[in-house]
């Protein structure tokens, strides 16, 4: 896999994302050797079913608002930059630090953009609320997970 990693992404596009999500070289030509496994289709695209067979994200509670985020609105596809732009927002804040530059816009992992991503997991409706509805539909299925795991455990 790796080789097919490093020969389809031009190193054009490696130093683009770089810019614009903090990863290094060697991040890069990793995530995109996960997404070309994750890519059943071998279209180049990722569907919210190649990310429901990730099994961290199949028992995660939010899972499916976490798979959500990767797809802007109507769009079922996600190519390699809107999966690296939004891997971005997991970045630890302090990389920040190391790839700062006066004239860029504001990293994707900055603590305003990792608020806005949050928030957007619990904002089903995009409404640019979270109703207590919202809220509760979170908290229940964080709930139940809480529950499955200590009957689990016992």
């Known amino acids: ?3 097919r990693a490093s020969t389809l992404l031009r190193e054009e596009e490696i130093e683009e ?15 995109y050797s996960r997404f070309t496994s994750l890519d059943k289709g071998e279209n180049g695209t990722l ?3 190649d990310f429901q067979r990730i099994p961290e994200l199949a028992i995660n509670p939010l899972g ?16 390699f930059r809107g999966f690296m732009r939004t ?12 790839n700062k530059n006066a004239t860029a816009s504001e990293p994707l992992n900055s603590r305003t953009n990792k608020l806005l991503f949050a928030f957007r997991l619990y904002d089903l409706d995009r409404d640019d609320k979270i109703s207590r509805d919202e809220l509760l539909q979170v908290l229940e299925k964080v709930d139940v997970e809480q529950k499955m795991s200590i009957r689990f455990l016992h």
């Not at 614009?20 to 990793?30: N, Y």
């Open 47 to 49: 569907s919210r079913e």
């Open 87 to 98: 891997l971005a927002h997991f970045r630890p804040i302090e990389d920040n630090e190391k």
């Open 64 to 79: 499916d608002r976490i798979i959500n985020a990767f797809f802007p609105e109507g769009e079922d596809q996600v190519n």
């Open 17 to 31: 994302i770089k810019k614009e999500t903090g990863f290094s070289h060697s991040q890069i030509t990793r995530l």
């Open 1 to 3: 896999m790796g080789s």
